[in-house]
Every structure is written in structure tokens, then in C-alpha cells.
T-cell receptor, first 113, second 113 residues
Framework: DAKTTQPPSMDCAEGRAANLPCNHS???????VYWYRQIHSQGPQYIIH???NNETNEMASLIITEDRKSSTLILPHATLRDTAVYYC??????????????FGSGTQLTVLP | NAGVTQTPKFRILKIGQSMTLQCTQD?????MYWYRQDPGMGLKLIYY???????DKGEVPNGYNVSRSTTEDFPLRLELAAPSQTSVYFC????????????FGQGTRLTVV
């Protein structure tokens, strides 16, 4: 699976959009980009994933560049409860074999009041 | 709507003792995973299973054993506890290994003294 690079920490004002970047320059054509977050001491929580098109769900939007070498997770209106470590993961779409999620160090997002 | 349930939540072991961390899921997921997370670090895969009766090693399997006799349960066994196994352990499950989100339990915090 491709390696990802994320900034170790970011701050965001409450109510503003939080834009979390991720570089995955070695991503290959069959690898998806996944985002998970981990609120302190809890289990990781799935947020969103995509292949090459931009994706949106009730939690966030995922913008993937045309060359797929980087992506941005957008939390449109950050709240204090969004303070967490955010993990960007690239993962091969498997065909019958288990492909584990490989977690890096992630980005600590702190939403400030 | 239980999802992935882990027991116990906390445990203190003495060096050389053994214990089993329990994990059960009620979503009829085929794939299950055990991760450990050391302080300030990302998650590392210990073992995973693609279905009842099938298990395989992850990144850090030494010192652990698993079994998968039913779809619902995936216990993790520590035979001879060591201080290096002090960590938070997360169990997860997913419908398949492909393109699906993983659901995580709330974790077991283990201290070996």
C-alpha cells in the first residue's frame, strides 16, 4: 500500500471549514484513499473514502487531485467535537484477500472555540 | 445496535500471566482484525481473519495468538505477558476486505507490570 504524508497537527476555529491535506504521491491506479478519525481514547471511526472522484457524505467532503497524488479532507463547519487525530490511508482494492488498514501517525486537529 | 464489543475495557497483568481479550461483532462481518496502539503512535495490525476458521498474521504477531471458531467472535490470547505488550488493543470488523469501512470497538487498555 502507498505511503501517506500528513502534517502532524493543525488548528481550526470553531464554525470554520477544516481542510486536512494528505500526500500520497506513490498511489497506484487501484488504490483507494480512506479517511478515519480517532477521538481521544476511542476506537477509530470511518469518515469517507474515494478513488478518483470527489466524494461527499454527511460528515465530510473528500477532494482528490486529478493526478491522485494528494487529497484534502474538508469538514465544512468544524465543531469542538471534531477535535481528533485524522488518518489518511491508501488501500488496494483487494480481490478476496484481507487488506488491512495501515495507519500512520495522522494529523491532530484541534478545533478552537 | 452493539456493533463491535470488546471486553474487558481495562486490565492490569503481571509479567508472565496470560489472558484473553474478547471481541464480538453482531453485524455478520466476515473480516475481523486486532490492532494495538502504543502511546502517541498509530495502530499496528496484530492478526486478522477473513472468516471462521481462517486467521493470518499481521505486522506485529509475536507474543499473541488468535482463533476464529465463529463469525461473531475473534478472541486475542496473550500467553506470557511482557511489559512491551502494554498498549491499547482495538478489535475491528468489516463486511469484506474490499472497499468497505471497518468498524472499531472501544478498545482494551492493558498494562503489564
Amino acid at each position: 500500500d502507498a505511503k501517506t504524508t500528513q502534517p502532524p497537527s493543525m488548528d481550526c476555529a470553531e464554525g470554520r471549514a477544516a481542510n486536512l491535506p494528505c500526500n500520497h504521491s506513490t498511489i497506484s491506479g487501484n488504490e483507494y484513499v480512506y479517511w478515519y478519525r480517532q477521538i481521544h481514547s476511542q476506537g477509530p471511526q470511518y469518515i469517507i473514502h474515494g478513488l478518483k472522484n470527489n466524494e461527499t457524505n454527511e460528515m465530510a467532503s473528500l477532494i482528490i487531485t486529478e493526478d491522485r497524488k494528494s487529497s484534502t479532507l474538508i469538514l465544512p463547519h468544524a465543531t469542538l467535537r471534531d477535535t481528533a487525530v485524522y488518518y489518511c490511508i491508501v488501500r488496494v482494492r483487494s480481490s478476496g484477500s484481507a487488506r488491512q488498514l495501515t495507519f500512520g501517525s495522522g494529523t491532530q486537529l484541534t478545533v478552537l472555540p | 445496535n452493539a456493533g463491535v464489543t470488546q471486553t474487558p475495557k481495562f486490565r492490569i497483568l503481571k509479567i508472565g500471566q496470560s489472558m484473553t481479550l474478547q471481541c464480538t461483532q453482531d453485524m455478520n462481518h466476515n473480516y475481523m482484525y486486532w490492532y494495538r496502539q502504543d502511546p502517541g503512535m498509530g495502530l499496528k495490525l496484530i492478526y486478522y481473519s477473513v472468516g471462521a476458521g481462517i486467521t493470518d498474521k499481521g505486522e506485529v504477531p509475536n507474543g499473541y495468538n488468535v482463533s476464529r471458531s465463529t463469525t461473531e467472535d475473534f478472541p486475542l490470547r496473550l500467553e506470557l505477558a511482557a511489559p512491551s505488550q502494554t498498549s491499547v488493543y482495538f478489535c475491528a470488523s468489516s463486511y469484506s476486505g474490499e472497499n468497505t469501512e471497518a468498524f472499531f470497538g472501544q478498545g482494551t487498555r492493558l498494562t503489564v507490570v
